[in-house]
């Protein structure tokens, strides 16, 4: 089926220690997102690729990156955690960009920060 | 800029019940879409139900339907004869085409109970 996975489904580091999440998608969809989702908050768009054109969200921390090699994988890149940054982290396609199309999510990347 | 208030952080319905979820948003924009989007415990969220805000009709997707008033700009959402696999967290969101994105609520978790 296509869908939009996200791996791993649980991840520890250690405080100030780089970390990657991935995502990738089966639906050839031009724009990914990157969503932070703490816990009894709303998700918080970080940033998002319209195909290679990148959208830095203002408020989005300098510590957060992301990268998109190509259409089906997105990165997100936490250069040096806090326990701030502990979250889910939610990646999210849709078929092209406007603010009325449907979202399709990954289940998500728990982020640990010891 | 666009804000999204979700009034009810937990409710617990009976199976079979119907159980209405609120939502009020904020925004300047003319043209703008709301959604529902429904996050089950450990899976990835889907999208439920969306609404054009031009559009005066209430949409209605099988058990689910919003009551949309614009000039209250209230948006909630309706689930008919409750089940069991209706056990989730539900967002409320809102997007402008100004913003160009998506605006999610807190969300409020939903028990359907047997």
């Known amino acids: 089926d296509a869908m939009v996975i996200q791996n791993p489904r649980y991840q520890v580091t250690q405080f100030g220690k780089p970390v990657t999440l991935s995502c990738s998608q089966t639906l050839n969809h031009n724009v990914m997102y990157w969503y932070q989702q703490k816990s009894s908050q709303a998700p918080k768009l970080l940033f998002h690729?319209?195909?290679?054109?990148?959208?830095n969200e203002a408020d989005t921390p300098d510590n957060f990156q992301s990268r998109r090699p190509n259409t089906s994988f997105c990165f997100l890149d936490i250069r040096s955690p806090g326990l701030g940054d502990a979250a889910m982290y939610l990646c999210a396609t849709s078929r092209v960009s406007g603010v009325g199309e449907k979202l399709f999510f990954g289940s998500g990347t728990q982020l640990s920060v010891l | 800029a666009q804000t999204v208030t979700q009034s009810q952080p937990e409710m617990s319905v009976q199976e079979a019940e119907t159980v209405t979820l609120s939502c009020t948003y904020d925004?300047?924009?003319?043209?703008?879409?709301l959604f529902w989007y429904k996050q089950p415990p450990s899976r990835q969220m889907i999208l439920v139900i969306r609404q054009e805000a031009y559009k005066q009709q209430n949409a209605t997707e099988n058990r689910f339907s919003v009551n949309f008033q614009k000039a209250a700009k209230s948006f909630s959402l309706k689930i008919s004869d409750s089940q069991l696999g209706d056990t989730a967290m539900y967002f409320c969101?809102?997007?402008?085409?100004?913003?160009?994105?998506?605006?999610f609520g807190k969300g409020t978790r939903l028990h359907i109970l047997p």
């Open positions: 969101a809102s997007g402008g085409n100004r913003d160009d994105k998506i605006i």
């Open positions: 925004t300047s924009e003319n043209n703008y879409y």
């Open positions: 690729y319209y195909d290679k054109d990148f959208n």
